[in-house]
């Protein structure tokens, strides 16, 4: 009896909080996605990050770079005569309040477009969501999945596995590093690295002799690492995006391996180079033109946005932007660029039309255009090869 | 009319408020983000009256209870897109994180102490290898896409207000059902066993046996909540059944109260709803939520430290000793009584 | 695979597992003071290893300062979070103090995240250079750090616990709390100095990894469960036991990488879950097994 009472005025406190305070919060919204109302009201985008969680490392300079931009856009006079405002919803870097944000943003912000989430885990969840509203989604995870399994209103701007494991492979085979040590991350970016490579390396005359995994939580990799040894292997080709990825070079310098190690973009960070040290001189990795603008050939529009984002943000945060930050840059700017291009009073199917009519817009990622079959937009001229030298990424060759 | 009895009546118009008010809330609010966020809660309530019932009344814990959500998330969602009815995906899914229960809690709770905490943490961690790396399963850390929505026969949940419904007349049943077990012999046994499980087998209950059956049950719970919500999102990855998520589902049942499944429930909707706040309070500024949200892990901890410190009993033991003083005040001021 | 190889394997796990060994030391003595596990330990390890980055990039202190510092000051945050959160609540059963150390944990981590943002952050070498070579494999030097390590907190406990009234009174309280206290013991500072212990400790293989792999505000759950399970197979006793346990598991892990290493981590939780339920009072203790 006790406890059936004490059960009682638990659920009477529910019963206050659902009963009383509810009413009062559906007053406030309305349903529906009306996408141009009355002139003058800003245009509303949502963007769902990580800001809070394991990915709050990356999803805190996204939420900078469109801060950052969405400022200097309003300052410039908006989009077509109307103000800016983008939302920013952080996820905790978790699958359900990635959907549960996505659904407030479109319910009771009414937003046009959502930009996020940060992850390759809830840009996928927030899929269904997206579908129902019909508002056009551009993901800042990097999972290959996101544009593999075709959604038409689902547009990406980071560089995919997809996109650069040809690129890697192709190198290994001209330089003649044909036994592959394959060492990858055991996360979704890890995974989607690893299963391309296995798939892929016969097609360029590789083999794959060591397929290598750690966790993001893990000290050492010697182990890995005297396996990918044992085999023989030319070359050890890392697929990895966590902070764990600076231990794979030091503990190759320290195994004296003498063999090179090739990165994905995932280490494409300042914060690879900080924690590998002297050992991470030498790597190589493949990434976007931004890490040296010069490629594009000054005065270039692409060069321009390159080093005019860099700047802004070296000087409004203290920091040199890394690639997350410029992929967010290219999700708020596919979505301006498009509504630039739009009449008033059109729909959110309309918008979706309209971004996935980008052509040739230098963004910082690379050179986007989308098509009916293609969400990514970027190409291999997009990417080029990096070194490590002297504590900084240059191009190599 | 005696105290307790009184009480009585009182519990009975807050549980008949509180169903009225779930029941009408989807008439009143068309709003998707709330009727996620309500049904979310619910899944969470589900969750937590499985622990409720383990912590409280056989003074166990167990640190895994996401790996019991994940796998019946997973193989009921496996099962659904096999074309498989939706009901026996259901059964499926809670017999298979019963089994789960029963592998973990034979062995550790027949020795005394916490082994049953220490296990089920290391079955958290090797179910959540195994829903990351059996791809052909459980679609590894891309997620199992593509879930069907709950059916039955013809009728099929897939509106917000179906779900919303589909869940909370779960939850209706489930805490019935543990209230039951609560008030009966099982539950005076699984007091017991928190008072001292020494002169519980004195009094000749098989403290084991009991102990057992009712993981198996938390086990079979967290199961349950699995299944919905696996057909409520239609989505499912690993990053979801994480040690984090377990540990928060501690915290809500520290907040509510050890030993008592309706302040569990309240601990539960306050501590789901946190980060949602600005579902709950239209008003608030956007700032003010950002703030909190960056906090709420600061505020969970906090929560969970302040609450055993000065208020052991949680939620339901400060409401109890709330109610008990209005009424001293109550009948202070009308004495004897007036009604019969 | 060629012996060298197989004896770079060796190392890599007496490596690692001598820093679970450190954690698992951590785990055992709080355990020993109050029947606690204390799941904030791993958060010790990650705010030794922020506290001397702090303390060394911000405010510039040589590393042979910046190390004690931040093991010191961990030291008195584990002290600190023994007198406000453990002692108000000594009396109470040990679940709910193991709630509060769950609290703590969740309050530590993302307080760092507050206080040293979410990037991971380096800290150099304590003694730069190339690796040993031995036998054919290699040997990082900050190895022989952790290693040394090891063996004086070892020594020391090993001290402590024999040579000092101290360690007798803890002692003491790990045979039998309410018995101690009876014959005049202070449980209370036993508690108290078994939680700054535990913090320091954490800390210290916190400072030594941090070289090596560099620290973020979320790596104390992780390697929480590794220190956690080393205790479990060391069986939450003598130090010597912890450390045994911690060399082993990461023996273990290194043993699997050549067939899997994916397996790694399972396989050493699988280890974990048969141990607890077949030999609950872990592998280095003569049976004792509690009765009713």
Redesign the interface.
């Known amino acids: 009896?006790e406890?059936?009472?004490?059960?009682?005025?638990?659920?009477?406190?529910?019963?206050l909080?659902?009963?009383v305070?509810?009413?009062?919060?559906?007053?406030?919204?309305d349903?529906g996605g009306d996408g141009g109302a009355a002139t003058g009201e800003p245009y509303v985008i949502g963007a769902v990050l990580s800001?809070?969680g394991a990915q709050a490392g990356l999803g805190g300079p996204e939420k900078n770079a469109i801060d950052m931009e969405v400022a200097r856009i309003n300052e410039a006079g908006g989009i077509n005569g109307r103000p800016l405002e983008v939302?920013?919803e952080?996820d905790?870097?978790?699958?359900?309040?990635a959907?549960?944000r996505t659904?407030?943003l479109?319910?009771?912000d009414n937003v046009i477009a959502i930009i996020g989430s940060t992850?390759?885990?809830q840009s996928?969840?927030m899929?269904?969501v997206i579908s129902e509203a019909g508002v056009p989604q551009v993901a800042l995870g990097s999972?290959s999945?996101i544009t593999a399994?075709f959604d038409p209103l689902v547009f990406q701007t980071p560089w995919t596995a997809d996109l650069i494991v040809p690129l890697a492979l192709q190198y290994l085979a001209d330089e003649g590093l044909t036994k592959v040590g394959l060492i990858t991350e055991?996360?979704?970016f890890g995974?989607d690295g690893q299963a391309l490579v296995n798939a892929m390396a016969a097609e360029y005359g590789l083999e794959v002799v060591s397929d290598e995994v750690f966790k993001p939580a893990d000290t050492d990799m010697t182990g890995q690492l005297t396996v990918i040894k044992s085999k023989g292997a030319d070359v050890v080709l890392m697929w990895s995006s966590v902070a764990a990825s600076s231990i794979v070079p030091k503990n190759m310098a320290q195994l004296n391996l003498g063999i090179p190690l090739v990165c994905s973009h995932g280490v494409a960070k300042q914060e690879f180079i900080d924690g590998a040290g002297e050992a991470g001189e030498g790597v190589l990795a493949f990434a976007g033109k931004v890490l040296a603008p010069e490629t594009y050939g000054a005065g270039t529009p692409s060069y321009d946005a390159a080093t005019g984002f860099v700047e802004r943000y070296t000087a409004a945060y203290g920091v040199a932007p890394d690639h997350f930050a410029g992929h967010a840059y290219d999700g708020l700017y596919l979505v301006v660029e498009a509504l630039k291009r739009l009449d008033e009073g059109f729909t959110p199917a309309d918008l979706r039309d309209e971004i996935e009519a980008t052509s040739g817009f230098p963004g910082i990622g690379g050179v986007f255009t989308f098509s009916a079959t293609d969400h990514n937009g970027m190409t291999a001229d997009d990417i080029v090869m990096y070194r490590i030298e002297g504590g900084s990424w240059v191009l190599a060759e | 009319m005696s105290a307790?009895g009184k009480?009585?009546i009182?519990?009975?118009v807050?549980?008949a408020?509180?169903a009225?008010?779930?029941v009408a809330?989807p008439f009143?609010?068309?709003?998707?983000?709330?009727l996620?966020?309500?049904t979310?809660v619910g899944i969470n309530v589900i969750m937590v009256a499985g622990l409720s019932l383990l912590f409280g009344y056989a003074?166990q814990?167990s640190l895994g209870q996401a790996a019991f959500y994940g796998l019946g998330a997973y193989t009921s969602g496996y099962l659904a897109k096999a074309g498989v009815p939706w009901l026996v995906a259901l059964v499926g899914g809670v017999g298979v994180a019963a089994l789960g229960g029963l592998l973990i809690a034979l062995?550790?709770l027949r020795?005394?102490?916490?082994?049953l905490?220490?296990?089920t943490?290391?079955?958290g961690?090797?179910m959540l290898?195994?829903f990351?790396?059996t791809e052909s399963i459980t679609g590894?850390?891309?997620?199992l896409?593509g879930i069907p929505p709950a059916s039955i026969g013809p009728l099929e949940f897939a509106t917000p207000v179906a779900k919303y419904f589909l869940v909370w007349a779960v939850v209706a049943i489930v805490l019935l059902l543990a209230?039951n077990v609560?008030?009966h012999r099982p539950?005076r046994a699984l007091r017991a066993i928190h008072g001292s499980?020494?002169g519980a087998?004195a009094c000749g209950i098989d403290t084991v046996r009991v102990k057992i059956q009712v993981f198996v049950i938390s086990a079979g719970l967290g199961g349950l909540a699995g299944v919905l919500y696996g057909h409520y999102?239609?989505?499912v990855?690993p990053?979801?059944f994480t040690?984090?998520y377990s540990?928060i589902l501690?915290?809500m049942v520290?907040l509510?109260?050890m030993?008592?499944?309706?302040?569990?429930?309240?601990?539960t909707?306050?501590l789901t709803?946190l980060?949602?706040i600005?579902?709950?309070?239209?008003?608030l500024p956007?700032t003010t939520v950002?703030v909190l949200?960056?906090?709420?892990?600061?505020i969970?901890?906090?929560?969970?430290?302040l609450v055993?410190?000065f208020m052991?009993r949680g939620?339901?033991?400060w409401?109890?000793s709330l109610?008990a003083r209005l009424a001293e005040r109550g009948s202070a001021r009308v004495p004897g009584g007036e009604r019969a | 695979m060629e012996t060298s190889e197989l004896l770079q394997l060796v190392i890599a796990g007496l490596k690692n597992g001598s820093i679970y060994a450190l954690l698992a030391l951590g785990f055992t003595i709080v355990y020993a003071a109050t029947n606690v596990?204390n799941f904030a330990q791993g958060e010790f390890y990650m705010l030794g290893g922020m506290f001397a980055v702090f303390a060394f990039t911000r405010f510039g202190l040589p590393l042979v300062l910046a190390v004690p510092v931040a093991v010191l000051v961990v030291a008195g945050i584990g002290v600190l979070f023994e007198r406000l959160?453990i002692r108000?609540?000594k009396d109470?059963?040990?679940?709910?103090?193991?709630?509060?150390t769950?609290?703590?944990?969740?309050?530590?981590?993302?307080?760092a995240r507050?206080a040293f943002g979410s990037d991971a952050l380096p800290l150099p070498e304590f003694t730069p250079g190339p690796s040993i070579p031995f036998a054919g494999a290699a040997i990082e030097r900050q190895a022989l750090w952790i290693w040394g390590i090891v063996l004086v907190t070892v020594a020391g406990l090993t001290f402590l616990y024999g040579k000092t009234r101290l360690g007798r009174a803890m002692r003491a309280c790990m045979q039998n709390r309410e018995a101690a206290r009876l014959m005049g013991i202070d449980t209370a500072r036993v508690v108290m100095i078994s939680f700054g212990l535990a913090a320091a400790l954490g800390a210290l293989a916190g400072v030594a990894v941090t070289p090596l792999t560099s620290t973020r505000f979320d790596i104390g759950?992780g390697i929480a469960?590794k220190g956690?399970?080393a205790a479990?197979l060391g069986g939450l006793g003598s130090p010597l036991a912890a450390v045994a346990g911690g060399l082993l598991l990461g023996l273990i892990e290194q043993a699997v990488i050549p067939f899997s290493s994916?397996l790694k981590?399972?396989v050493a939780?699988?280890v974990?879950?048969a141990v607890?339920?077949l030999r609950?009072q872990g592998l280095f203790r003569r049976s004792r097994?509690?009765k009713?």
């Open positions: 009896m406890r059936m009472k004490r059960g009682a005025l638990g659920i009477l406190c529910l019963a909080a659902v009963g305070i509810l009413p009062g919060g559906c007053a406030g919204s349903t800001l809070t939302i920013i952080d905790a870097s978790d699958v359900d309040q959907v549960a659904t407030k479109i319910e009771q992850g390759t885990g996928m969840a899929r269904d999972g999945v399994e055991d996360t979704g995974k | 307790p009480r009585n009182l519990a009975a807050a549980i408020i509180c009225v008010a779930i809330l009143v609010v068309a709003d998707r983000y709330i996620r966020i309500l979310v003074g814990i062995p550790s020795l005394k102490g916490h082994y905490a220490m296990a943490l290391g079955f961690e090797i290898f195994f990351t790396e590894g850390s891309n997620g896409r209230a609560v008030r539950g499980e020494m087998q999102v239609g989505f990855s990053s979801t040690l984090h540990l501690v915290t520290a509510g109260g030993g008592s499944l309706g302040g569990a429930v309240a601990g909707v306050l709803l980060p949602f600005d579902a709950i309070i239209p008003g956007r950002a949200q960056d906090w709420t892990n600061d969970y901890g906090l929560v969970l430290i055993m410190l052991p939620l339901a033991g409401a109890r109610v | 596990i959160a108000p609540r109470a059963e040990p679940m709910a103090l193991i709630i509060i769950v609290g703590g944990s969740l309050v530590f981590a993302s307080l507050h759950a469960v956690f399970a479990i994916a981590d399972v939780l699988a974990l879950l607890l339920f609950p097994r509690e009713v």
